[in-house]
């Protein structure tokens, strides 16, 4: 079992950043990858960022890609978010996901996520 908990999330203005942490508990999050979703009102969940168990490998969408800085230091059982050059858009409730099962890259979609956490609302102001 894998328990998520997501801070650091609030109200900034366009332009500015953030950077979310993961809380895991559990003796799996070395060996799981983690991702971090997001949910806007009225849309679905929609990938952001991953990172491999080791923290090698890293994945982002499109949307966010050179904005966006996924990292983990598994000594702290925690996964950060570093978010820059925020934007109106990326205004959404933002979820942390572990990945307990063994893949060679971490994964994009949240059928490869077993983990989650209850989410960090994110309110960029225009």
């Known amino acids: 079992q894998v328990q998520l908990v997501e801070s650091g999330g609030g109200l900034v203005q366009a332009g500015g950043s953030l950077r979310l942490s993961c809380a895991a508990s559990?003796?799996?999050?070395?060996?799981?990858?983690m991702g971090w979703f997001r949910q806007a009102p009225g849309q679905e969940r929609e990938f952001v960022a991953a990172?491999?168990?080791?923290?090698?490998?890293?994945r982002y969408a499109d949307s966010v890609k050179g904005r966006v800085t996924i990292s983990r230091d598994n000594g702290k059982n925690t996964v950060y978010l570093q978010m820059n050059s925020l934007k109106p858009d990326d205004t959404a409730v933002y979820y942390c996901?572990?990945?307990?099962?063994?893949?060679?890259?971490?994964?994009?979609?949240?059928?490869?996520?077993?983990?989650w956490g209850q989410g960090t609302q994110v309110t960029v102001s225009s």
């Open positions: 996901a572990a990945d307990s099962y063994y893949r060679v890259v971490p994964g994009t979609s949240l059928s490869e996520y077993n983990y």
């Open positions: 990172i491999s168990q080791t923290g090698d490998t890293t």
């Open positions: 559990g003796r799996t999050f070395s060996s799981s990858a």
